[in-house]
C-alpha cells in the first residue's frame, strides 16, 4: 500500500554518539519533513535517528549505560514510532510474558505524546520485549490514570545488537487540534531491567516540578483531515448462578440469565470526548476483600469498575488523604450500591426475603477533556428503583429498597502556564422517594467547591479548597441522617450542633489550606489547616468518614536520589498532627518520625514511630457520651527484595501499644514467584492479633443507659493467592482466592462512670453483661471468595472474558480462635458459584 508519510528529523544537528550530554540535553525539539512510499526500512532510513538520551535514574541527568535511538512517521490516521534499543549484552535482556497492563520488572520502551500540547495531559504506550503492551493517560501534569486503555499495536523483535519496537498509534486514540502545523509534546523512555536504569529523550528529571510539563516537542506535523470520531463496543454475556437456597423458597439454586449492553465513545470535538454505557455489566471485576469493621464509620473499598475507573482523574475533589490515598466529592461506588433500604424489610418465623446485592445502573454517560486552558469533566448516572420480593405465608409481595436515583458530577479546572489551576466542581443527587422511601433516604442532595493550586517561585504551591454542602428530604430521613455515624447530633454532650428533628434540610461546609514545597531535589514540607462543619455531608455521591473537625498538620522531608556507593536514593520524614472537634475536644495529637531507604542491591526497606496522646472519641458510644481514650506508641517497617529476581518478597508489619496494656501486631509478608516468564504466583499472609480493653460492645437499657465496653481479644487471618498465566500477550489467565477468617471473644465488660475522666480507673467501673437478654458481641467471621478470568483480545479492542466466581460466607460462633478448626468451617458451607462468558466487539467510524 502507497502511504503518504512525514519522517522526522532534529531540527539541530543530532549527536552522533552518546557522549557530550550536556549538548544531549539541551536537544529538546524535532521537526517533519515529507517522505513517501509504503511503511518499510526506506521511510525509516530517510529519517534522521534522534539519540540523545539523558538517564534518569539511577543518576539523574547522568550518562546512559546503553544507546537508544527513535525514528518517527505518520500518515493520514496513524503516528509511526520505531525505537531501537542497543544493548551490549543483548543475551541479559530481561523480559516477562504478563497479561496487558500489568507492569513487571524488565526493559520497557515507552512512548508519551501531549497531544494536545498542553503540558499537563498525556498518552503513553509502552511495550516489552516480550510485545506485552502497556498504556496509560497523565493528567494534571504529574498524575497517572493507569485504567485508561486505548486500541493501538506494536511489533517487537531482537537480535544481536538489542531489540526494536514499532508502535503503531491511531490518531483517533489521540485528542488533538488538526491543523497544517500542528506540534505534540512528546517524549520517550527506556527502562534496563536488569540494571534498573531509566533513560529518557529529553532528559524527565527527577527533581523537576512537573513530569508531562518537562517533554519535548515533535513539531511539524501537519494534519488538516480530523481522525476517526466514533468507537462502538457492543457485548453480550450470559451467566448461570448456583447457590444454596438455606430453605428460602424465593432463592432459586440454579439461576440462569442473559443480557446485552453497549459501551461507546465520541470525539465531540478536539478536546472532549463523550463516553457512554448502557445497562453495564462488571462480572469480571475482582471481589472486594473480606473486612470485619468495629469502627462507627464506613469501609472505604477502591474502585474496579472499568467505566468509573478510566479518567477518573476528571473528577477528582479530594477532601482526605492519608499517605496518598484519598477521598472526597465524588465516590463512584455510590452509583450502583447496595440497597440501602434492605434494613427495613418485615423479619420474623415465616417471613422470607429476596434482595439484590446491587442496584442495577440503566446506563451513564461522561463527558471528559479539554477547552482551551480548562479540563472539563462532567457525568451522569442513572440506577433502577430495586425490589425486594418478600413472602409472609403464602402472601408474596414486592417492597422497594432503593429508589430510582440520579446522579450527576460537573468538575472544571482552569490551568495556568506555571502549572497553578483553579477549578470548582458541582454534584447532585435526586431520588424518587415517593415508593415509601421518605423515612428512609433523603430526596436531594448538593454538593460544590472550589479548589486552588498557585504555584509561585517554581517550587512552592498554595494549595486549598472550601466546599459545602445541602441535604434536601422529609423529617424522618434528615433526623436519621443527623443521628448517624458522621453526624451523632443526639450526643448528650453535644454543644457545636443540636438534634432538630423537625429539620428538613441539612447543610454544612468545609475548607483547607495549606503551603507545601514541591519542587527541589532535597527538602519539601507541607503545612496545612482545615475544618469540616458538624452538618457538612457529602456521603450521597462522595466519601466522608466524618463531619464537625478542626485539624492541622506538618510534615518535612529531606531526601536524597543521588546514588553513592551503599544507596540509590534515603529520605526521613517528620509528621506532626492534632484535632478537635468543634467544642474543643482534642480528638487526636500526636507525632511520627519515619525513614525510607533504596540500596544498590534494588532492595529497599523503611520503618517509622508513632507516638499519639491521650484523645477524646466522641464517637466511641455510637451516639451517647464521648469517652477519654488512651494514647499509645507504635512502630511499623517494611522490608522488600529485588522484584527481579525469580523469588521476591514484601514484608510489612507494625506493632502498637497503650498505656493500659492494649495491643495491635500485624505481620503481611508476601512472596512473588516467577518461574518463567509467563508465570506469576503471589501468595500473601495476613495476620493480625488486637486487643483492646475498651472496645465498644453496646447500649443496653433498663431503668439507666449503660453504654458498655469489653475486652476484646481479636485474631485475624487471610490468605491471598494470585496465579497469572499467559499464553500469549492477547490470552491470559488470572486466578484470585482469599480465605479470611476473623474472631474475637469479649470479656471484663465495663460501662462508664466518668466519661471524661483522665484517670482511667475512674472512667469506667465494671458491669454484668447478661449475654443471653442482650446480643452476643463474640464473632467469629469466616470467608472465602475467588475470581477467576480467562480474558481473550481476539482483536484490537475486541475481548472474551470467561470468569467464575465463588463465594462462601460462615459466621457461626463456636468461641474463641482455632485456626484449623475456622479453615474447615470456611469449605463447611455450600459455596454460591456465578458462571460467566462475555464477548465484546469494537467498531471504529
Not at 516489552?128 to 498504556?135: A, C, E, I, L, W
Not at 445497562?279 to 469480571?284: A, E, L, R, S, V
Not at 487471618?717 to 496465579?723: G, M
Request: net charge neutral; hydrophobic share 35%; proline share 4%.
Amino acid at each position: 500500500m502507497i502511504l503518504g508519510m512525514l519522517a522526522l528529523t532534529l531540527t539541530t544537528a543530532t549527536a552522533a554518539s552518546a557522549t557530550a550530554r550536556v549538548d544531549a540535553v539541551a536537544i529538546t525539539s524535532a521537526r517533519a519533513v515529507r517522505a513517501s512510499g509504503e511503511l518499510g526500512d526506506e521511510v525509516w532510513q530517510t529519517a534522521a535517528p534522534v539519540d540523545a538520551f539523558v538517564q534518569r535514574e539511577p543518576h539523574d541527568a547522568g550518562e546512559p549505560s546503553q544507546r537508544t535511538e527513535f525514528r518517527v512517521a505518520y500518515d493520514a490516521t496513524t503516528l509511526f514510532v520505531k525505537v531501537r534499543a542497543y544493548d551490549t549484552e543483548p543475551d541479559k535482556i530481561v523480559t516477562y510474558l504478563t497479561r496487558r497492563d500489568l507492569d513487571s520488572p524488565c526493559d520497557w520502551i515507552h512512548i508519551l505524546i501531549d497531544s494536545y500540547h498542553d503540558h499537563r495531559t498525556a498518552y503513553e504506550f509502552a511495550v516489552n520485549p516480550s510485545g506485552v503492551k502497556m498504556d496509560r493517560y497523565w493528567f494534571n501534569d504529574n498524575s497517572l490514570d493507569d485504567s485508561w486503555d486505548a486500541v493501538w499495536d506494536v511489533s517487537v523483535s531482537r537480535d544481536r545488537e538489542g531489540w526494536t519496537a514499532e508502535f503503531r498509534i491511531p490518531f483517533s486514540q489521540l485528542r488533538f487540534n488538526p491543523s497544517a502545523a500542528s506540534t505534540f509534546g512528546f517524549a520517550v523512555s527506556r527502562q534496563i531491567g536488569r540494571m534498573n536504569e531509566t533513560s529518557t529523550w529529553p532528559l524527565l528529571s527527577r527533581g523537576a516540578n512537573g513530569y508531562v510539563s518537562s517533554f519535548g516537542e515533535l513539531g511539524g506535523l501537519s494534519m488538516t483531515a480530523s481522525p476517526k470520531k466514533l468507537e462502538i463496543v457492543p457485548y453480550a454475556l450470559t451467566n448461570l448462578t448456583k447457590q444454596p437456597t438455606g430453605g428460602n423458597p424465593l432463592v432459586k439454586g440454579s439461576a440462569p440469565d442473559g443480557a446485552i449492553g453497549l459501551d461507546m465513545k465520541y470525539a465531540l470535538t478536539s478536546g472532549l470526548t463523550l463516553t457512554t454505557t448502557v445497562n453495564p455489566d462488571f462480572g469480571q471485576v475482582e471481589a472486594d476483600p473480606a473486612v470485619v469493621n468495629l469502627s462507627a464509620f464506613e469501609t472505604y473499598f477502591n474502585e474496579r469498575r472499568p467505566f468509573f475507573v478510566e479518567g477518573s482523574g476528571n473528577f477528582n475533589f479530594n477532601l482526605d488523604c492519608n499517605d496518598g490515598a484519598c477521598s472526597g466529592m465524588f465516590y463512584s461506588r455510590r452509583v450502583g450500591r447496595p440497597p440501602q433500604g434492605a434494613d427495613n424489610l418485615p423479619s420474623g418465623d415465616n417471613i422470607y426475603t429476596d434482595v439484590p446485592s446491587q442496584t442495577k445502573i440503566l446506563g451513564a454517560a461522561k463527558l471528559t477533556g479539554r477547552v482551551g486552558q480548562y479540563s472539563i469533566g462532567v457525568m451522569e448516572a442513572v440506577s433502577e428503583k430495586a425490589q425486594a420480593r418478600v413472602q409472609n405465608g403464602s402472601v408474596l409481595s414486592t417492597q422497594p429498597v432503593e429508589p430510582l436515583t440520579s446522579y450527576s458530577v460537573g468538575r472544571v479546572r482552569r490551568e495556568f502556564s506555571n502549572q497553578s489551576a483553579i477549578g470548582f466542581m458541582l454534584t447532585g443527587t435526586k431520588r424518587r422517594t415517593r415508593d415509601s422511601f421518605g423515612d428512609v433516604l433523603p430526596t436531594s442532595a448538593t454538593t460544590g467547591g472550589i479548589d486552588w493550586d498557585l504555584r509561585f517561585k517554581t517550587r512552592y504551591s498554595l494549595r486549598g479548597y472550601w466546599a459545602g454542602s445541602t441535604v434536601r428530604g422529609d423529617a424522618a430521613a434528615i433526623d436519621e441522617l443527623q443521628e448517624n455515624s458522621r453526624h451523632y447530633f443526639q450526643r448528650p454532650d453535644l454543644k457545636g450542633a443540636t438534634l432538630d428533628t423537625a429539620r428538613t434540610s441539612l447543610s454544612g461546609d468545609a475548607a483547607m489550606i495549606a503551603i507545601s514545597k514541591i519542587g527541589g531535589q532535597y527538602v519539601h514540607f507541607n503545612s496545612n489547616v482545615g475544618f469540616k462543619s458538624p452538618g457538612f455531608d457529602i456521603n450521597d455521591v462522595g466519601f466522608l468518614r466524618r463531619a464537625d473537625t478542626r485539624n492541622i498538620g506538618n510534615w518535612i522531608q529531606f531526601r536524597s536520589d543521588h546514588p553513592n556507593r551503599w544507596f540509590r536514593s534515603r529520605m526521613i520524614n517528620f509528621n506532626e498532627y492534632a484535632g478537635w472537634n468543634s467544642d474543643g475536644d482534642r480528638l487526636y495529637s500526636g507525632g511520627n518520625i519515619n525513614a525510607h531507604a533504596v540500596f544498590t542491591s534494588n532492595w529497599s526497606t523503611g520503618g517509622g514511630y508513632n507516638i499519639n496522646g491521650l484523645n477524646f472519641d466522641d464517637r466511641a458510644t455510637r451516639g451517647g457520651p464521648g469517652v477519654y481514650m488512651e494514647g499509645g506508641r507504635g512502630v511499623w517497617y517494611y522490608l522488600n527484595s529485588d522484584n527481579r529476581r525469580v523469588v521476591s518478597l514484601e514484608y510489612f508489619g507494625s506493632w502498637f501499644v497503650d498505656s493500659r496494656g492494649s495491643t495491635s501486631r500485624d505481620f503481611n509478608p508476601e512472596f512473588t514467584i516467577r518461574p518463567v516468564p509467563a508465570l506469576m504466583l503471589t501468595t500473601g499472609l495476613r495476620f493480625g492479633r488486637n486487643v483492646a480493653d475498651s472496645q465498644w460492645v453496646g447500649e443496653v437499657t433498663d431503668s439507666a443507659n449503660h453504654y458498655v465496653f469489653g475486652h476484646l481479644d481479636q485474631t485475624t487471618v487471610a490468605f491471598t493467592e494470585r496465579f497469572n498465566y499467559t499464553l500469549t500477550r492477547n490470552l491470559s489467565i488470572q486466578l484470585y482466592a482469599q480465605p479470611f477468617v476473623s474472631a474475637g471473644d469479649y470479656s471484663a465488660f465495663k460501662q462508664i462512670a466518668n466519661a471524661r475522666s483522665i484517670d482511667y480507673a475512674q472512667r469506667y467501673t465494671p458491669y454484668v453483661y447478661d449475654l443471653v437478654a442482650n446480643d452476643d458481641p463474640n464473632f467469629n467471621v469466616k470467608s472465602f471468595r475467588t475470581t477467576n478470568v480467562l480474558r481473550w483480545e481476539y482483536k484490537p479492542g475486541s475481548t472474551l472474558f470467561v470468569v467464575w466466581q465463588q463465594a462462601r460466607e460462615n459466621d457461626a460462633v463456636p468461641g474463641g480462635f482455632r485456626f484449623g478448626r475456622d479453615v474447615h468451617g470456611i469449605f463447611g458451607v455450600a459455596p454460591k458459584n456465578v458462571f460467566l462468558v462475555k464477548l465484546a466487539y469494537w467498531l471504529n467510524y
